[in-house]
């Protein structure tokens, strides 16, 4: 199936998170037909990261990992930009915490919890 590019993608998140009253804006352009896409939100003075990443199901979902200090969260992000010179990086400051992605979001902590067999089951299931 074929994907969106990334240019739309986040395109269309500044627009959702724009008309539900939130700022947003491209902190950092990728490639624009097939770059990773990580999403910052910001609710005063928290800061979460969001990436979207292939699940244990075999789809992809959104992952929340944060909260982070501006520095740290900054390190992070140079060091990734550093291996992947295609990311396309997308704050997004809202008071009541929409992160206004397109999918599921799963948490760190959800995917810790599987069974180890089952999650390699599952990632290895039609090769």
Same mark, same amino acid.
């Given at each position: 199936?074929?994907?969106?590019?990334?240019?739309?993608?986040?395109?269309?998140?500044?627009?959702?998170?724009?008309?539900? !009253?939130?700022? %947003?804006?491209?902190?950092?352009? !990728?490639?624009?037909?097939?770059?990773?896409?990580?999403?910052?939100?910001?609710?005063?003075?928290?800061?979460?990261?969001?990436?979207?990443?292939?699940?244990?199901?075999? !789809?992809?979902?959104?992952?929340?990992?944060?909260?982070?200090?501006?520095?740290?969260?900054?390190?992070?992000?140079?060091?990734?930009?550093?291996? @992947?010179?295609?990311?396309?990086?997308?704050?997004?400051? @809202?008071?009541?915490? !929409?992160?206004?992605?397109?999918?599921?979001?799963?948490? %760190?902590?959800?995917?810790?919890?599987?069974?180890? %067999?089952?999650? %390699?089951?599952?990632?290895?299931? @039609?090769?």
């Amino acid at each position: 199936m074929a994907r969106l590019k990334t240019e739309i993608r986040a395109a269309a998140l500044i627009r959702r998170a724009q008309s539900a !009253g939130a700022f %947003a804006a491209v902190l950092r352009r !990728g490639d624009r037909d097939a770059g990773a896409l990580w999403v910052i939100l910001r609710q005063g003075q928290t800061l979460m990261r969001y990436t979207e990443q292939m699940s244990l199901s075999g !789809g992809r979902a959104w992952f929340q990992d944060g909260p982070f200090e501006e520095s740290e969260l900054t390190l992070k992000t140079n060091k990734a930009v550093d291996r @992947d010179p295609d990311l396309w990086i997308v704050e997004i400051e @809202d008071t009541k915490g !929409g992160a206004f992605l397109d999918g599921e979001i799963a948490t %760190a902590q959800s995917q810790g919890d599987l069974d180890p %067999a089952a999650a %390699a089951k599952a990632l290895f299931r @039609d090769r």
